[in-house]
Structure formats: C-alpha cells, structure tokens
C-alpha cells in the first residue's frame, strides 16, 4: 500500500469515502505539482543569480561558501516544514485547506527570500547577495524535493518489498 498524502483519508469505512469529498485529491496532486514546479523554479533562478554575480562561484573556494549557504538555505526550509513533511511521511494527511495555506505561505516566503537575495545584488560585499542566493536555491531545491515525495510510489519500500526504519 502506498504510504501517500494526496488528501485521501485511510480506508476502512464509508466515512472515508465521504470525506474523500471535501479532501480534494486532485486539486491537491495540482497545487502540489505547481508548488514542486514554483520551488524548483526559485532554486534555478537563485543558483543561475549567484553565477552571474560572483564569475568563479562554484569553482575552487568559493564553492565551500555556496555549498554551505545552499544547505543551510535547504535544512531551514525542512526545519519550518517540518510539519508538513511529518504528514507525508506518517500519513496523517492534511485538509485541502491547510495544504493549500502551507502552500501560499511557503511561496511567498520563497518569493521574498528571492526577492531580498536580488535587492542586495547592488550592495557592496557582493558574497552577502551570493550567499543569500544560494541559501534561496537551497530552500527553493527543498521545496521541490517536498512535493515530488507524493508523485513517488513505494519511496519508504526497499526494493525487496521490506518497508524502510
């Protein structure tokens, strides 16, 4: 059985069914879908604005800087989303509606993180901008890799059929 948070109660009842109503399972694969899409969209933006900001970004030592300001942009969105991702792996599926304010406030945030990053391309040190365009691509990765979990069947199985600690 696939472990996926698309909207869709448990079965076991007839309850279920109707609650599959107001759970909106496609609308949830489709705002999931453009989340993934809008998510992965930031995270070229930002990586392809640090390239062009600093020439020898990801070549030699700078690319320690990029890596580090990447991750720390990635585990920062996971640790906020924590919830969220506590709900794809637990099954314990969230309402249309509270997906869907996840969802809105995860983009905007996304968006002014971008939108910060892009503002200080003009102030002097330049590796503040490139930093925290590279923690936006973090973030923006992570935000993608979130939505793509629920278009993966069987992720938490091994390929043996024996289910993942």
Known sequence: MSNRNWGLPPKGSQLAFRDAKTAKPLMTL???AVFGV???????????EARDTLADLFHGLSLIGAI???GFGCWMYIWIARPRFAAQFTTHGDAFSKLLR????????????LGVALLLGGVEPRIISVLLLCASGGAGAAAAFQTVLAFVPYYEEEPNGAKNP
């Not at 996840?102 to 993180?113: E, P, S, T």
């Open 38 to 48: 809008i998510g992965a969209a930031v995270a070229v933006i930002s990586f392809a």
């Open 68 to 70: 580090i300001s990447a």
């Open 102 to 113: 996840f969802y809105a406030r995860a983009m905007v945030a996304l968006g002014i993180m």
């Open 30 to 32: 489709f705002i999931s």
